[in-house]
């Protein structure tokens, strides 16, 4: 695990990746983006996961994550975190769930119990981003986990949608424009 730290700021995220997909990819980097654009310091964290599935590797992420979110709350005092997470990464909505941190979940694992289970406790808002072709998304719960849900039709574990590659980046465009709102009216906003 490696951790990529920017300068101080009274605003911090966490940006957790999935398991084939790194912080620097199209939709964690322009998540990451928003937050940086809104003054939050940004630890991106980058992993090699093991090829294994069910409790251990809820395990194994919690252990990659926590150390994380650890260090950015003990490091300096910050007025609000949130907590970014992409697919694997989103066995994180463990700790978001236990510590009240506000959360973007880019095509969560509905259909994970342990995931579920966490979302269901959390009090902390958080956003839902998943597609209707990903076998991991449940529209579903997701309207009843949280009112904040973009919901792609088409669209698979990936985000990206059938046709021309114009038509994908379209749906970058609109997670990019829900992430921000959610930052701005929700997680930063003046009365938080």
């Given amino acids: 695990m490696v951790v990529d730290k920017q300068t101080q ?9 999935g398991g084939m997909y790194g912080p620097h990819t199209p939709l964690l980097m322009y998540a990451a983006g928003a937050a940086e654009a809104r003054g939050a310091q940004v630890e991106r964290i980058t992993w090699d996961p093991p090829r294994q599935s069910g409790r251990g590797i809820s ?10 979110i650890d260090h950015v709350t003990r490091s300096s005092p910050r ?25 973007i979940w880019l095509t969560p694992l ?4 342990e995931v ?3 979302l269901r ?4 808002p958080f956003l839902l ?13 997701a309207a009843e986990l949280s009112p904040h849900v973009l919901e792609v039709r088409g669209a698979d574990h990936d ?15 609109r997670v990019a424009t829900a992430v921000e709102d959610f930052l701005d009216r929700i997680v930063w906003s003046e009365a938080a």
């Fill in 9 to 17: 700021s009274p605003r911090g995220a966490v940006v957790v990746p």
């Fill in 59 to 68: 395990s194994w992420v919690l252990d990659q994550v926590t150390p994380v």
């Fill in 79 to 103: 007025t609000a975190e949130v907590v970014i997470g992409k697919s694997l990464g989103t066995h994180a909505a463990v700790l978001a769930a236990e510590r009240a941190l506000p959360a």
């Fill in 110 to 113: 509905l259909t994970t119990a």
């Fill in 116 to 118: 579920a289970q966490a």
């Fill in 121 to 124: 406790s959390a009090t902390a």
């Fill in 129 to 141: 981003v998943g597609g209707t072709e990903d076998r991991h998304w449940d529209g579903a719960l």
């Fill in 159 to 173: 985000l990206r949608v059938p046709g021309p590659l114009s038509e994908s980046a379209k749906v970058l465009g």
